[in-house]
């Protein structure tokens, strides 16, 4: 078999953490890619499911894929893949279904491709152990991902994502600490822990610990320079964690806390078990312990019944918070979510009008916290060229620094001067 192959990848950051590692895992093997666009031997999908567009879209790229190359082979993956197997099966061009669990393990699957399609899709509900990911071409070759937990067992009522990926199961510590300790060795100077619901971290292991556990055991072996938590409900973001945080030296100042709505009525329609009172007090406890703090949120415009004063709360209240960016999705229904069949379906006019306050929202938020660095030394993992050399602070700024060749995946002192659309720009640091 040929060994040109593209891969394509819809969806969360897991789904492209996951793809890399199929990538990687290819790559070893023989296998050279080519930009799904061209011509391929193999295209692989991994797809997306939280919403029925993103189905949608899985069966545009297959269309597109065979049309490409007719003699291709078809590979889909991902959610719509779990969720959907028989269905995607039967699409003219299809010739191999893999389920989240079987992902992994593309390379095997590939080579034992036959003349008739199949699938094969375990029963992911019935996955009880944790498997680490761990990419290591992401970021530039200076900052590295490591999986340490899958699946969800909260029940938001406009998610799929527990269906697709089953129940929450963690990578025990010590197999996560192992995998930090690799990447250093390999001379990552970041690492960056994720998840489907990264807070649930541990809770499901035997001794049950937690990601802050987890958190304090790197710190203690210090096995990496820089230590990043993805994103953690707000309700998981206890004291002693914040308090961890502001002393540690290793895990960087910056937490993604999804907020979702502003309303309180909105948060309880999407059954997210908190409201904008327990919200704040978790953000304004993170700025009272680090001043600086990166806090970024994710919100949804146009939940179905979300009024205009509904709307005109979350913007009001988003703006009251010192926020750095936003993530904003507008509503769009998942058929087999409570929110699906909800009543006040919000129009999708309506739905883009709201999602574009937002998105100007958290301009100002993104512009507003980066100015507040001008005229100070930021420490900066230098990453790649880019109109200079362009790296990430601990607190989650792009920063173009001037006249720094040959520091490539070094943390370097730098003194920001001013912004450049969207970034900070910089020098480094007398020393």
Do not use: W
């Not at 029925?52 to 078809?74: G, M, Q, W």
């Not at 080579?111 to 509900?125: F, R, T």
């Not at 250093?184 to 556990?213: M, N, R």
């Not at 883009?352 to 993104?366: G, N, P, T, Y």
């Amino acid at each position: 078999m040929n060994k040109r192959i593209a891969i394509t990848t819809l969806g969360c950051k897991i789904n492209q953490f996951e793809s890399a590692a199929m990538t990687e895992a290819l790559e070893q093997d023989g296998y050279s890619f080519v930009p799904f666009s061209e011509s391929a031997d193999i295209y692989v999908i991994n797809s997306c499911t939280v919403t029925a567009k993103t189905d949608a879209e899985s069966r545009r790229l297959i269309r597109r894929a065979t049309r490409t190359n007719p003699e291709a082979r078809v590979v889909i993956t991902g959610c719509y893949a779990q969720m959907a197997g028989d269905e995607l099966l039967k699409l003219p061009g299809v010739n191999l279904i893999l389920g989240n669990s079987e992902k992994k393990d593309i390379v095997g699957f590939i080579k034992g491709l036959g003349n008739e399609p199949q699938a094969v899709v375990s029963d992911i509900s019935q996955q009880r152990s944790g498997e680490r990911t761990q990419l290591e071409s992401f970021a530039e070759h200076t900052r590295a991902f490591l999986q340490v937990q899958n699946g969800c067992d909260a029940r938001c009522a406009y998610c799929i994502v527990p269906y697709a990926r089953g129940a929450s199961r963690s990578v025990a510590p010590q197999e996560a600490l192992d995998g930090m300790a690799a990447f250093a060795a390999k001379g990552f100077q970041e690492i960056v822990l994720t998840g489907i619901h990264l807070g649930a971290y541990g809770l499901d292991l035997e001794p049950a610990t937690d990601l802050l556990g987890l958190m304090r055991l790197a710190e203690r072996q210090g096995v990496v320079r820089r230590l990043r938590v993805g994103s953690v409900e707000p309700t998981e973001v206890p004291a002693e964690m914040i308090e961890f945080m502001a002393a540690s030296k290793m895990v960087c100042p910056h937490l993604h806390l999804p907020l979702q709505s502003g309303s309180d009525g909105v948060l309880a329609r999407m059954n997210r078990g908190y409201d904008t009172a327990l919200f704040r007090s978790v953000v304004e406890a993170l700025v009272a312990a680090m001043p600086d703090v990166s806090i970024g949120s994710d919100v949804i415009a146009g939940f179905p019944g979300e009024t205009d004063q509904e709307f005109q709360e979350t913007l009001s209240f988003i703006d009251s918070l010192p926020l750095a960016y936003l993530h904003v999705f507008p509503f769009s229904q998942r058929p087999g979510t409570p929110a699906a069949t909800m009543a006040a379906q919000v129009q999708p006019r309506v739905i883009k009008e709201r999602a574009e306050a937002l998105r100007i929202l958290s301009e100002k938020k993104k512009a507003e916290y980066a100015a507040r660095f001008v005229g100070r030394e930021l420490q900066v993992l230098v990453q790649k060229d880019e109109g200079g050399r362009k790296g990430l602070s601990r607190n989650y700024l792009a920063v173009l620094i001037e006249e720094c060749d040959g520091l490539v995946n070094q943390e370097v002192a730098v003194l920001i001067t001013g912004t450049r659309g969207g970034e900070l720009t910089g020098r480094l640091a007398a020393r």
